[in-house]
C-alpha cells in the first residue's frame, strides 16, 4: 500500500512516523525533489499528487495536510461533492507504485474536536489507504511509560518508572514537551545518564513558567501578563507554551463548568488536584465566565494550528495576540 491516512492528536508520534518513511522510502540524494509537503490543497492539486507519474530518481513521498477538508477554520470548512470524491477515489486506486502519499489530519491537542467518522471522506480513506489513528495519551495510559523510556534511549538516558510518574506530572503528556525536555536533560546532566527527580525540578521549569502565564491570562494586569510572556518566550517554542496552556485551560473550564453542581472533593478527585490547589483555582476564575475561557482556548487551538500548518510566519507574535486576546487572531 503506497497511500496512507495519519489523523490523531499525538502530533508527536504522528510526525516521527512520517519521518520514518520517508527514511525508507526517499533517496536522501533526492530528497529536495521526491519529498514534498502540502497544506489542504485543492481538489484539482490533490488528483494531481494521486496522478504523479514515477521518476527516473526513485519514489515520491507526499505529505497532504487535510485539516480543513475535516474542521472549520473560521466558519468554513472545504468539501467535495460527490462526483469529486468519486474522482478522488478512483486517483487514490490508481495510484503507481513508486508515488507514496500520507494524508495527514492533525487534531488540536486537549480539545474536544474529533474527526468525524462518519463523513464519506473519513470512510473513503478508511477502505483505501493504510489509515492509523495517533490518540493523545493520558497520564494514567499502560502504554505511555515504555513509551518514555524508548524516547529517553534514544537519547542515551535511563530513567525508571517512579522518575517517568514525575517527569510527567510536571510536564503533562505532550510528547513534543518530554522530548524536548529530555533533550535539555541529556545536555544539562551529561556525562550522567541517569535521570533522576532532582534533575526534572532543576531543569525543567517550562510548567512552572507557563502555569504562572496561565494564571496572569485569567487576570487583567496586561503590563504583568507580557513581562512574564517575554520571559517564557524566549527559551521555548510557541507550541510549547500552547501545550501547556491547553492544559491548564482545560482545567479552569472544567471547574467552571461544574463549580456550583460538584463539591471540592469530587472537583479534586475527578482533575487529579488536591483541594486546596482547586480551592485556589475557583478563586482566580470567580470573575471569569465560561464563555471567555472557552472562547481563549479556541483562540490557542486556532493559534496552534495556524503554526503547525505553516499559515504564520510569526509563531511568537501570534500566540501574543491570543493572550492578549486581540481581534485579529
Known amino acids: 500500500m503506497t497511500v496512507y491516512f495519519f489523523h490523531g492528536k499525538e502530533e508527536y508520534l504522528l510526525s516521527k512516523e512520517i519521518h520514518k518513511l520517508q527514511t525508507e522510502l526517499v533517496d536522501e540524494a533526492f530528497k529536495s525533489m521526491n519529498y514534498r509537503i502540502y497544506f489542504s490543497p485543492d481538489f484539482e492539486e490533490i ?9 527516473m530518481f526513485g519514489n515520491i513521498l507526499s505529505v497532504v495536510h487535510m485539516e480543513k477538508y475535516f474542521f472549520k477554520s473560521g466558519n468554513k470548512k472545504l468539501e467535495f461533492s460527490d462526483k469529486q470524491l468519486k474522482d478522488f477515489e478512483y486517483a487514490l486506486n490508481n495510484v503507481a507504485e513508486t508515488n507514496n502519499i500520507i494524508f495527514v489530519c492533525n487534531v488540536p491537542r486537549d480539545d474536544d474536536k474529533k474527526i468525524d467518522t462518519r463523513t464519506k471522506l473519513f470512510k473513503m480513506f478508511a477502505k483505501i489507504t493504510n489509515m492509523r489513528d495517533f490518540p493523545q495519551y493520558r497520564d494514567y495510559d499502560r502504554d505511555l511509560p515504555s513509551v518514555i523510556v524508548s524516547m529517553a534511549k534514544e537519547r542515551e538516558l535511563q530513567i525508571d518508572s ?16 518530554i522530548d524536548s525536555e ?8 551529561f556525562p550522567n545518564k541517569k535521570v533522576t527527580n532532582a534533575d526534572i525540578d532543576e531543569y525543567c521549569t517550562l510548567t512552572e513558567n507557563v502555569f504562572e ?28 507554551v500552547i501545550a501547556l496552556l491547553h492544559t491548564n485551560l482545560h482545567k479552569l473550564i ?4 461544574f463549580e456550583k453542581e460538584k463539591s471540592i472533593k469530587t472537583l479534586s478527585s475527578e482533575l487529579f488536584i488536591p483541594e486546596y490547589p482547586v480551592k485556589l483555582l475557583l478563586e482566580k476564575i470567580k470573575n471569569k465566565s465560561l464563555k471567555e475561557l472557552l472562547a481563549l482556548k479556541h483562540y490557542l487551538c486556532d493559534a496552534e494550528i495556524k503554526i503547525k500548518t505553516g499559515q504564520t510566519q510569526n509563531p511568537e507574535y501570534l500566540l501574543e495576540s491570543v493572550i492578549l486576546r486581540g481581534e485579529n487572531v
Open 162 to 177: 517512579k522518575t517517568i510518574t514525575h517527569l510527567v506530572e510536571r510536564l503533562g503528556v505532550n510528547l513534543r514537551l
Open 254 to 257: 472544567y471547574l467552571k463548568t
Open 182 to 189: 529530555l533533550t535539555k536533560l541529556q545536555t544539562a546532566i
Open 47 to 55: 488528483l494531481e499528487i494521486c496522478a504523479t507519474a514515477p521518476l
Open 213 to 240: 502565564l496561565a494564571d496572569l491570562i485569567v487576570g487583567e494586569d496586561k503590563n504583568a501578563v507580557m513581562k512574564q510572556f517575554s520571559a517564557v518566550i524566549e527559551k521555548n517554542h510557541p507550541l510549547q
